[in-house]
């Protein structure tokens, strides 16, 4: 019994205790009440950034060299249409929707002509995007468009029944790379802006939203593709015409068979780009006169299509001019009255300038000059390039095997399969 007592009473006096710490924390609460740190402010969330922006620039350069050298091995051993389309897959998956297609080596032609032209610098991996694939063209051909290039991946797909182009229709089309590449870099150097980058027809799709009228172009180039194999790249595309002269000095070009060639023909009707070149014979003496003679004329008319061209450059050269936003300018002061100038912002933005328009005035003529200039230039560069297109023609060619065209095929493998002795 008092062991029991003495037990109740400590448990009375400790709960005791207790209620008298609590009181004195009670009271001590009101006369100190706790500071109030709500002030309305959220806390904002950590945002991680995605996997793709983690990836340095210079990355690029290292894994486009990866493909190049991925693609020449698909392309001279395994020699595999499929594994060739599988591998265009993943190259279209990481250079076009992934990296949005931006910055390829299409685009830096401008930035490195710009360099060059203002002896700026540029960081090395533009320089590689640009020289890596024109150097795996030197010594292998093509291999960047048919594997590599996410423009020409997107097009392959598209390739349904490709029709032949008439001849004389193919080479007058091919002319436009080269008259593409001309001007974009007028626009380049003359800071007029990128005129290929926004002549891209595929950015809109890389990059899953574009105005609606370079979506609609770039539809319009796949819907073609389904009877014209490769429109961009056959017609359009300058950096192909790079590719081309580079892979005609290729020191191992792309061959259609391993072994010995057995004038089948089925590669010839299997090449969507029409690059296989059939056997010659050997002409005879009096045709061997009449090519001389044409060989001739066109000697004669080299110097003649290349004052022309670079005349008709030097004449489209104050209207290309308009495209530069010195020469936009005056062009809007001198249409707009001042009681309209309120509504254009670019006067607005020169009132606030300062610079008188005496000084725009000339500083657009200089312009307009460096623009004649430049277009005169390549003009010349234009009718170089046609007047060696024409001497061509009249070589004295013998060929006993069907080939591939050096220059026009894309390495895109189809002539493997089809080949019998593959």
Known sequence: MMFSFARSTIKRSFFSVIGLLSAMVASADSRFPKPQFDTGHTVPQAAHPAFVQLVPPWADAVILAGALAMAVWLVRSVRSRRWLLAFSMLCLAWFGFIRHGCICPIGAVQNVSVAAWTGGGLPWFVVALFALPLLAALLFGRVFCGAVCPLGALQDLFIIKPQRVPKALDEVLRLLPLMVLSVGLVYAINGAGHLICRTDPFVGFFRL??????????????????????????????????????????????????QECINCRLCAGTCPVGAITTPRTPLGSTARIGQFRRFSVMLALAPILIVGFASVGWLSGAFIAHAHPEVALTDLLAKTTSADEDLHPEIEAFKRSGLSREKAEAQAARTVDRFRRGCAGAGAFMGLVIALRLLALTRLQRRSLHEADRGRCVACGRCFAACPKN
């Open 209 to 258: 939203g574009a105005p609606l009228p370079m979506l609609l172009s770039g539809l319009a180039v796949l819907l073609l593709g389904f009877v014209i194999a490769r429109p961009y790249c056959r017609y359009f595309c300058p950096y192909g015409l790079l590719l081309e002269m580079c892979a005609r000095l290729a020191w191992k070009p792309v061959r259609i068979t391993a």
